[in-house]
């Protein structure tokens, strides 16, 4: 589970939204392989039927690899970047 707080220097900080991406079939691949698996824009557009739920929705990716989640709260987007690796 993500999720998505603001951060206050004088106050409380606020909690925005969360989401539900489930990693297992991913880290998986990554245990298995002993490779990389980076959450991009070729990866998702190869393997989204394979590795997501479709409750997850279209992903927006950025040029660097980042994606876009939408908050249901204020309908407003946070960006996301997400690398998965083993490391011994």
Known sequence: MLQAWDRDLFKKNDYL????LDLSK???????????????????SQNKVKYF????GELEFESDGSFWLTMMKDNKAVKVRLDIKIVA
């Open 26 to 44: 991913i880290l998986n691949l990554v245990r298995v392989s002993q490779q990389q698996v980076s959450l991009d824009k070729q990866f998702y």
């Open 17 to 20: 939204a969360e989401w539900t």
């Open 53 to 56: 739920a479709p409750s997850l």
